[in-house]
C-alpha cells in the first residue's frame, strides 16, 4: 500500500502524516514514511524530536557539497538519509536539495 499526502501549506499535512505512519506501524505493518517537503517537519512529527531530524536534512544538504554521496539503490537511500521512529516507523528525508543533479 502507498499513501501520499498532500495539500495547501498549513493543513495539518505533517501531523496526518506521522499519525497515519505510527498507527499502521502499530498495526503491525512495515512503514516507510519519506518527508519530500520544502520544509521537512515529519521527523518531529513521528517524534524522532527537532534534533535528529535537523541531522537528517543535514545529511542529505550534505550531496550539494560532496560530502555525501548519492545512493543509487533503494536501500542506500534509506540507509544514509532514514533512522528509526518511535513505534517502528522507518523515516527518510528526501528533499531540501538546493541542487538536484549534483553528479
Do not use: W, Y
Not at 534534533?51 to 548519492?70: M, P, S, Y
Not at 513505534?87 to 541542487?99: A, N
Request: net charge negative; proline share 5%; charged share 25%.
Amino acid at each position: 500500500m502507498k499513501i501520499a499526502v498532500a495539500g495547501k501549506g498549513g493543513v495539518g499535512k505533517t501531523t496526518l502524516a506521522g499519525t497515519l505512519a505510527r498507527a499502521l506501524a502499530r498495526d503491525g505493518r512495515d512503514v516507510l514514511a519519506l518527508d519530500a517537503d520544502t520544509n521537512p517537519m515529519l521527523g518531529v512529527s513521528l517524534g524522532v524530536g527537532p534534533e535528529r531530524t535537523d541531522l537528517l536534512v543535514a545529511i542529505r544538504q550534505a550531496l550539494d557539497d560532496g560530502a555525501v554521496e548519492h545512493q543509487t539503490t533503494a536501500e542506500g537511500l534509506v540507509d544514509v538519509f532514514g533512522t528509526d521512529a518511535p513505534d517502528g516507523v522507518r523515516l527518510v528525508v528526501c528533499t531540501r536539495i538546493e541542487r538536484p543533479n549534483p553528479g
